[in-house]
Nanobody
């Protein structure tokens, strides 16, 4: 059974940084597309960043390019999202997700099967 557990959320002032972690377990294959998504109150869930665990190709939403970095530590089965230069509009619940070995659009929530419980990120201006 695949399990994803996020951590690292919190409150920070605009311009600050946070690093989110996602501990993954229960995978039966060696290659997945994994992503970070976020959902603000009253808004749809949106893709933030994604990475293929084999090969390391990465994808970012335009709104976070140059500020956020997705990475993985395969030895620890952990996915990270380093968030710098945070803005008030980055405030949301952030979710870690895992999809198949290949997905059509890496930032689309419907491509992903497994989801974590989410972690709150609040950025004050």
């Amino acid at each position: 059974q695949v399990q994803l557990v996020e951590s690292g959320g919190g409150s920070v002032q605009a311009g600050g940084s946070l690093r989110l972690s996602c501990a993954a377990s229960g995978f039966t294959h060696s290659s997945y597309c994994m992503g970070w998504f976020r959902q603000a109150p009253g808004k749809e869930r949106e893709g933030v960043a994604a990475i293929y665990t084999r090969g390391g190709s990465t994808y970012y939403a335009d709104s976070v390019k140059g500020r956020f970095t997705i990475s993985q530590d395969n030895a620890k089965n952990t996915l990270y999202l380093q968030m710098n230069s945070l803005k008030a509009e980055d405030t949301a619940v952030y979710y870690c997700a895992a999809g198949g070995s290949w997905v059509g659009y890496a930032l689309a929530p419907y491509e992903y099967t497994y989801w974590g419980q989410g972690t709150q990120v609040t950025v004050s201006s």
